[in-house]
């Protein structure tokens, strides 16, 4: 099984210092940590997560690292407003490996086009589903073009695909 690094996929949403990023359903952070690097201390870096024990063992390591640009948000990402972020705040949102835990994606997609401004990218990786073992099995699986449709039906517009890594999809979505 290989697997991505973060660094190598995050590269997809072209992140320039000074920039705002949610990532949506941070977990451990290894997104988070990678985009806190590339938008620099200019920028700022929204960590969200609904499970309150890796929002706090999140921050630790942030704290540890020194990654003075990140803020972790205990959210529910599900609901309006549940990302507690203002209207049109960010420029670039990060949704790994999220979608298939995700009960009311709708509600999901419509909060994250409240959160992006005009022309903001959201960079979504999760499980092609294709039973190699690992990830989420049967109905739980949002496929490539579902995960497509779902942000266009949400005032999105299709940007590309890209490889990131073994038994996942990724794509990148523009907010219009």
Known sequence: M???EPADNIKEL????????VDLGAGSGWYTREASRRVGSSGKVYALDVQKELVETLKN????E???????????IE????TKLADKLVDASIV????FQIEDKVGFAREIARIMKPGGRVMIVDWTGDGAGAGPKGDH??????????????????DKSFDPGT??????MKRI
């Open 96 to 99: 790994a490996n999220v979608l």
């Open 141 to 158: 699986v949002v496929n490539e073009s579902s995960a497509r449709r779902l942000f266009e039906e949400t005032g999105f517009s299709y």
């Open 66 to 76: 020194g990654l003075g640009n990140v803020e972790c948000v205990w959210a529910n």
């Open 79 to 82: 609901l309006r407003g549940g």
């Open 14 to 21: 072209y992140l320039k210092e000074g920039e705002i990023v």
């Open 61 to 64: 390591r942030i704290r540890d």
């Open 2 to 4: 290989q697997f991505k």
């Open 167 to 172: 038994h996942h999809y990724g794509i990148i």
